[in-house]
């Protein structure tokens, strides 16, 4: 009988704690979740975007939480978790984000989740030593096939570890793989010439390759980035080799529909603005935005993907 | 270069300045709060700040926090800062005997020097000493931690325990295991806790080795132990610093630059190894352990070295030299100053004015910590009833604070429980740390080493630096090892007594 009163009187304290009426929506600062660290492009995407949204729309006020580690993994089942009343939202990034999934370690799935939008991206690129002989990725195939590269990515079931994994499928070569912890130590094994070639972002590398450091030798897109628009895309050296780091923006999937939909506007809004794209290109930021329906479509997608290479070669 | 001086003596950098530093210092001095954490933290909010303003705001913060680490260290064994192991270690020694204040007087003049030292090496040298550091692979940090793992025998060869050291050491390169297995991706031994996933928090780890045990260990006393106030009565300015330590300091300000420039290496490592090559050619041997001011004197100075040298790859190749220098390097991207020769031409008018306001961050420490020394050194003389509840909440805080996750806490006391077990049965806390520190940067150089050498061990030997390295360790190892082979031998280990006689100390090297 006690038993019962308190499940009830709990159901009916959420029945009540829930219905954060759409209308008088936001009436206090909303919480982003950011799973990286503080001062991290993550960070600085989340901080750009609720700068903008303020300025937009008054009313809305947001704080922005860092929790950062295992890659990403602890934020996202915080957001995943966190009470739906659209007071706290979040960050996401892939592969991380479906990474988790896939190797099983995850607390959460796609569906715990209302993907509001994609925000920015980090293409896929490949790097070599400034002195190398590698110009291209066919040069990158034949050394391959003629000996061992030692070729670095960051993290096993990374952006990097995954391209670097279809690559080797598509040329039908073995790379000698070299997993760093992060891309200081790529930086620095590459641009010291103590690996072969490595698997990065573009906004790793960009600076370096542009002081003529190191040399990147292949965007892996099917189209070249305003933002290095002289990098020739995988595409064009003949190699169907994708890789982007997402940047996206998600919501606990309970969240009552109608504060979804507002939030969608606000960000959609955002993304729009003339101010936020300046904002990004000052700060090395490359954006890319998508809708909810397609982020998600396209995180779907990513997660099949990473489920073949997993079951392939799992980690 | 002249108008980056003015740039940075008009008042409102000054002021900037003095602000990032003494809350630096604040920082640095609680445990749990670390520079990488509060640079990080820090970084969005010179967003919205004039770039140079904001840049010198989080130098200062930077080498404040460096140089507070050192005074918890001293004081009440609790080092503010990983980097401040070494410090504690002969540090508090000289605290319960009532000479705090020489030791945060050798401590924030070791600070300064080694600061100082590394700053102008980072203003005159940066862009060649980049290059050089870049010859420094994998198999190299594999043997650069090995230097600092030589550590644990040198701690051992003063308890004469030597087996007990190692157990301890290899303990704590146990205890590192557990986390992800970066090789392989593969989690070991997290138990289902995503908090593990990165491996075991230091912080925790070393407030509750250090500060709680040895808080537990202050309420285990049948009776309060007296320490010697009358050392602390004397004026601060009469007591002369010890002769020949300025040897020590130029050695730890040295280490500390070159193993800074290192991409990678952080500024623990840089403290450890210039103290334990201290210990080596210090004439006072036998005092190291039991408060050497020599010993803080290379390790501060080492530490703070680490400052200057980080950021050189960092200015330069856009590589961060330790996670502190990572966290700075955000707050130049944000303000869309890419590292990189840029940084010199384009933006030099932020850059260098950075770097000069470091000088200036420097000096305020100094001033700051002759200031207050005097009255800081009164801490080590509040009676247990009062020290031990203070400091054990604040030893929850800090390890509660470092991811606001209550999982810390429990590390931390889990840690205090096993540590003091391991202490009374005469292993050195110390020799764990080193291992727990140590042993993931040895682990992730060897194995990547094998990678790289498509898994033959020749690769650790194959470069010039790899060779010097190793004639390094050899001689880091081998001192010790005889001596200790040399007491076993003769079955006559000197009585404790005959270390504090003077004659003892007066064996020829």
């Given at each position: 009988m006690l038993k019962k009163s308190i499940l009830a009187g709990l159901a009916l304290s959420l029945a009540f704690a829930a219905p954060a009426f759409a209308g008088d929506y936001p009436s206090k600062p909303i919480t982003v979740i950011v799973p990286s660290k503080a001062g991290g492009s993550t960070d600085r995407t989340a901080r750009m975007l609720t700068e903008t949204i303020k300025k937009q729309n008054p009313g809305f006020e947001f704080v922005i939480k860092d929790i950062h580690g295992s890659g990403g993994q602890k934020g996202f089942e915080e957001i995943a978790r966190a009470r739906p009343d659209g007071y706290t939202i979040g960050m996401v990034f892939t592969p991380q984000l479906v990474a988790h999934i896939v190797s099983k370690r995850a607390r959460y799935t796609l569906d715990s989740f209302h993907v509001i939008a994609n925000v920015a991206q980090d293409p896929g690129i490949v790097a070599v030593p400034k002195n190398s002989k590698i110009k291209n990725l066919a040069d990158l195939a034949k050394a391959a096939k003629a000996g061992q590269l030692t070729v670095a990515v960051n993290?096993?079931?990374s952006d990097d570890f995954l391209a670097a994994k279809n690559f080797e499928a598509k040329a039908g070569v073995t790379f000698n793989l070299l997993p760093t912890k992060g891309s200081t130590e790529q930086k620095a094994g590459i641009l010291g010439g103590h690996f072969d070639a490595a698997f990065m972002n573009l906004s790793q590398m960009i600076a370096q390759h542009r002081a003529g450091d190191a040399r990147i030798i292949a965007l892996l897109a099917d189209k070249r980035d305003e933002n290095a628009p002289n990098i020739p895309t995988s595409k064009e050296q003949g190699y169907e080799v994708y890789m982007t780091a997402t940047r996206g923006i998600v919501a606990p999937a309970k969240v009552d529909k109608a504060i979804l939909a507002k939030l969608d506007a606000v960000a959609g809004k955002a993304l729009a603005s003339d101010a936020f794209k300046a904002a990004a290109k000052k700060g090395n930021i490359y954006l890319k935005p998508m809708s909810g329906p397609d982020y998600l479509a396209y995180l779907k997608q990513l997660q099949a993907d990473t489920q073949a290479v997993y079951d392939k070669a799992p980690w | 270069m002249f108008s980056h001086v003015m740039a940075v003596l008009q008042p409102y950098s000054i002021l900037t300045i003095i602000i990032g530093t003494v809350a630096g210092v604040a920082i640095g001095g609680?445990?749990?709060?670390t520079a990488t954490m509060a640079v990080g933290l820090l970084v969005p909010f010179t967003y919205t700040m004039d770039p140079a303003l904001g840049l010198m705001l989080l130098g200062g913060i930077y080498c404040g926090a460096m140089y507070g680490g050192s005074i918890p260290a001293i004081l009440l064994n609790t080092p503010g800062t990983p980097a401040a192991v070494a410090t504690a270690i002969e540090g508090f020694p000289m605290s319960r005997k009532g000479k705090a204040g020489l030791a945060l007087k050798v401590s924030v003049i070791a600070s300064f020097t080694g600061g100082v030292f590394s700053v102008f090496i980072l203003l005159l040298f940066a862009p060649m000493l980049a290059r050089q550091a870049l010859h420094f692979g994998p198999p190299e940090n594999f043997l650069l931690a090995l230097m600092g793992l030589a550590g644990i025998v040198s701690i051992a060869d003063e308890n004469s325990s030597l087996i007990k050291a190692l157990i301890a050491g290899l303990l704590g390169m146990i205890i590192a295991i557990v986390g992800t297995d970066d090789m392989s991706g593969s989690l070991r031994y997290t138990m289902g806790y995503v908090e593990l996933v990165d491996g075991i928090n230091f912080m925790p780890a070393l407030i509750g080795l250090f500060s709680m045990i040895q808080m537990l260990e202050l309420a285990g006393l049948r009776r309060t132990h007296k320490i010697d106030m009358s050392a602390l009565h004397k004026k601060q300015k009469s007591e002369p610093l010890p002769k020949g330590i300025f040897k020590f300091i130029a050695l730890g300000a040295g280490t500390g630059t070159v193993i800074g420039v290192l991409?990678?290496?952080g500024a623990t490592i840089a403290a450890f190894i210039s103290y334990n090559v201290s210990k080596r050619i210090?004439?006072?041997?036998?005092?190291f352990g039991k408060g050497n001011p020599e010993g803080i004197a290379a390790a501060e100075a080492g530490n703070n070295g680490c400052v200057g040298g980080s950021l050189v790859p960092t200015l330069?190749?856009?590589?961060?030299?330790?996670s502190v220098a990572a966290a700075l390097m955000g707050a130049f991207i944000i303000q869309g100053m890419i590292p990189g020769p840029d940084l010199f031409t384009q933006y030099a008018d932020k850059t260098y004015p950075f770097i000069l306001s470091m000088f200036i961050a420097n000096g305020v420490f100094l001033i700051v910590g002759l200031t207050v020394a005097p009255y800081l050194a009164r801490i080590a003389l509040i009676p247990p009833a009062i020290m031990v509840p203070v400091v054990a909440t604040f030893a929850v805080l800090g390890s509660y604070a470092l991811n606001n996750a209550i999982f810390d806490v429990y590390m931390m006391i889990a840690f205090a429980g096993f540590g003091l077990i391991l202490k009374k049965l005469g292993y050195s806390l110390e020799a764990l740390i080193l291992g727990l520190i140590l042993g993931p940067i040895a682990e992730g150089g060897f194995s990547q080493g094998m990678i790289m050498g498509k898994g033959s061990p020749w690769i650790f030997f194959e470069s010039g630096i790899a060779k010097v390295m190793w004639v390094l360790i050899i001689l880091l190892l081998v001192p010790p090892l005889y001596s200790y082979w040399k007491n076993v031998a003769m079955v006559?280990?000197?009585?404790?007594?005959a270390l504090d006689d003077l004659d003892s100390l007066n064996e020829p090297e």
């Open positions: 993290g096993i079931g | 609680m445990p749990g709060l991409p990678g290496e210090s004439k006072l041997k036998e005092l330069t190749l856009g590589i961060p030299g330790n006559k280990a000197p009585p404790k007594e």
